[in-house]
């Protein structure tokens, strides 16, 4: 059975950091891509950050120079540090899994934590 357990969000002020974890289990970690998605209320979901397999990594225009995206293979855990966060990061962020090949794709989601940047 796979899981993807997101955790660390929660509410920060403007300008507030937070640290979001993203637990897989019952995959292979490490041959995975993968992604930070948000969405705000009445918005549509959108991609935040992606590292793939092979440790690149790519972000939305809105959070670079603010958010890190980075994974630890051996603890089958992917990490979104946020900083210099503002009121627009307020959103539900996911946490995703995806493998292909020629022949199949594999494509999990986790259940999403709330973030909030309020004063």
């Known amino acids: 059975q796979v899981q993807l357990v997101e955790s660390g969000g929660g509410l920060v002020q403007p300008g507030g950091s937070l640290r979001l974890s993203c637990a897989a289990s019952?995959?292979?970690?490490?041959?995975?891509?993968m992604n930070w998605y948000r969405q705000a209320p009445g918005k549509q979901r959108e991609l935040v950050a992606t590292?793939?397999?092979?440790?690149?990594?790519n972000y939305v225009d809105s959070v670079k120079g603010r958010f890190t995206i980075s994974r630890h293979n051996a603890k089958n855990t992917v990490y979104l540090q946020m900083t210099s966060l503002k009121p627009e990061d307020t959103a539900v962020y996911y946490c995703?899994?995806?493998?292909?090949?020629?022949?199949?794709?594999?494509?999990?989601w986790g259940q999403g934590t709330q973030v909030t940047v309020s004063s």
């Open positions: 590292i793939t397999s092979g440790g690149s990594t």
């Open positions: 995703n899994a995806v493998w292909g090949s020629r022949y199949v794709e594999y494509d999990y």
């Open positions: 019952g995959i292979m970690f490490s041959i995975y891509d």
